[in-house]
């Protein structure tokens, strides 16, 4: 029994001694850029810190993250960066932008080291999505929009007019602004117009989208054969689509673009161009997106108010009738939503979509699901928002609150419950479909 108990003793501490050896070889390890600081660089912040985005700097090279270590490690530190909202505890998606506990402190310990470069390995060549690093195909630019320092938003419609010598195959779209930082949102439908006998370059100048006026019957000749329609709010990164995905960009027609400019205390210029990355690849099936909630199908219960220091609590719910194959869905709510739920039962069933605990305005995203996930027919679909309308809420704009609701403008400091899906009817197998 002595011995047997010695034998253990003596196998535990070589054990012990095995895990300790093991730690402090992984930390006497020096760690690299190139060979683990980039992918992660690349995978979780360059989607946004790149040129030609809101971010306020590029993280693409090493020199961009030796400039900006310090800062790096400490919003990551705080997991202030990246900001991912959606709780993955509820549900993974494809584009999930998350650090692990591990590395954020290889992060900071690449920064504390000195941060060393290193020599390229196959991990560093981990890269972006085609549309985030090779050259659009195509860049369609509105007119300059002149907007007034007036403190007051704006709600501004572009006509973008296009001509190809042929159709072209859309795997991906891009929006981008001269002055991000003033957009509240922005939607855009491309509408084909075949018809020569139409003028697509009639509306040159940008319209009030609150006074369309006398436009409006030409507006309605524009926009009789809708192709695609999608959108950008402030957070979100291009959707892009697999192979043999996506649609087709008409030989000729134009872009309907409605900007919504936040308030501004000073006159800036702003201009949006939409950026389009073609594919070589024929698109067997047509993308299409469906709008839920506000300025969409379905009905909010109740009807979407918000009294002054309450807490409140809406749903949607609708059955699906079509059974649909989802790519992505598109949560949103303005400033004093707080959390938001979307979920499909059937049978007794219930299927999670996407849940943001914490919702914050600034970080908006299309959540790509890793494959396509199936909304069968005879779901019954729920969305569920809630509002807080408190003056303890640090991002309500009223202080002290107001009454609040949803006047069908999306006005910032109005409300909405929406849920955007983007999608292809369903086909046969496509539950094993990744994306």
């Known amino acids: 029994m002595h011995y047997t108990k010695t034998s253990q003793a003596i196998k535990l501490a070589l054990i012990y001694l095995a895990v300790v050896i093991s730690i402090t070889a992984q930390a006497q390890k020096k760690v690299t850029y190139s060979e683990h600081i980039e992918p992660l660089l690349l995978k979780n912040c360059a989607?946004?810190?790149?040129?030609?985005?809101?971010?306020?700097?590029?993280?693409?090279?090493?020199?961009?993250?030796?400039?900006?270590?310090?800062?790096?490690?400490?919003?990551?530190?705080?997991?202030?960066?990246?900001?991912?909202?959606?709780?993955?505890?509820?549900?993974?998606?494809?584009?999930?932008?998350?650090?692990?506990?591990?590395?954020?402190?290889?992060?900071?310990?690449?920064?504390d080291g000195g941060m060393f470069k290193g020599k390229s390995t196959k991990k560093s060549k981990v890269s972006?999505?085609?549309?985030?690093?090779?050259?659009?195909?195509?860049?369609?630019?509105?007119?300059?929009?002149?907007?007034?320092?007036?403190?007051?938003?704006n709600f501004t419609l572009a006509i973008i007019p296009f001509e190809f010598n042929q159709e072209m195959n859309v795997e991906s779209v891009e929006y981008l602004s001269s002055t991000m930082k003033i957009i509240h949102h922005a939607n855009f439908g491309i509408y084909a117009v075949p018809d020569p006998a139409i003028d697509i370059h009639a509306l040159k100048d940008p319209i009030d989208a609150n006074f369309v006026g006398a436009k409006a019957n030409q507006l309605a000749l524009l926009s009789q054969h809708i192709v695609y329609y999608n959108g950008w709010v402030p957070g979100s990164t291009p959707i892009t689509f697999p192979k043999g995905l996506g649609f087709k960009m008409?030989?000729?027609?134009?872009?309907?673009?409605?900007?919504?400019?936040?308030?501004?205390?000073v006159d800036v210029t702003e201009i949006s161009s939409l950026k389009f990355f073609f594919s070589k690849s024929e698109i067997t099936r047509t993308v299409q997106t469906l709008s839920i909630g506000s300025g969409g199908v379905g009905e909010i219960q109740p009807s979407l108010?918000?009294?002054?220091?309450?807490?409140?609590?809406?749903?949607?719910?609708?059955?699906?009738?079509?059974?649909?194959?989802?790519?992505?869905?598109?949560?949103?709510?303005?400033?004093?939503?707080?959390?938001?739920?979307?979920?499909?039962?059937?049978?007794?069933?219930?299927?999670?979509?996407?849940?943001?605990n914490n919702w914050d305005f600034n970080w908006q995203e299309a959540y790509k699901f890793k494959k396509l996930q199936i909304l069968p027919k005879g779901a019954v679909l729920t969305i569920e928002g809630r509002y807080d309308n408190t003056s303890k809420n640090p991002r309500n704009p009223n202080?002290?609150?107001?009454?609040?609701?949803?006047?069908?403008?999306?006005?910032?400091?109005?409300?909405?419950?929406?849920?955007?899906?983007?999608?292809?009817?369903?086909?046969?197998?496509?539950?094993?479909?990744g994306l």
Not at 47 to 66: I, N, Q
Not at 92 to 111: C, G, P, Q, Y
Not at 128 to 152: E, V, W
């Open 399 to 433: 202080i002290p609150p107001k009454i609040v609701f949803s006047d069908g403008l999306m006005g910032t400091k109005n409300e909405m419950l929406s849920l955007i899906l983007v999608y292809l009817p369903y086909k046969e197998g496509d539950e094993n479909t």
């Open 250 to 265: 008409p030989r000729r027609g134009v872009i309907i673009l409605t900007n919504h400019y936040a308030p501004s205390p």
């Open 128 to 153: 972006l999505s085609n549309a985030n690093t090779r050259t659009a195909d195509a860049l369609l630019a509105a007119q300059p929009i002149s907007i007034k320092g007036d403190n007051k938003e």
């Open 47 to 111: 989607p946004c810190h790149r040129p030609g985005t809101a971010a306020p700097f590029s993280l693409l090279t090493f020199d961009d993250a030796v400039k900006h270590g310090s800062m790096i490690k400490y919003v990551t530190g705080k997991r202030y960066m990246p900001p991912w909202k959606a709780d993955p505890a509820y549900r993974s998606f494809a584009n999930e932008k998350m650090l692990t506990d591990e590395e954020i402190v290889l992060i900071a310990n690449w920064v």
């Open 305 to 356: 108010m918000l009294m002054p220091e309450e807490i409140n609590d809406f749903k949607i719910q609708m059955e699906i009738v079509e059974p649909l194959s989802l790519m992505y869905v598109w949560p949103h709510m303005h400033l004093l939503g707080k959390s938001y739920t979307a979920y499909y039962a059937l049978q007794g069933d219930t299927i999670p979509l996407v849940r943001i």
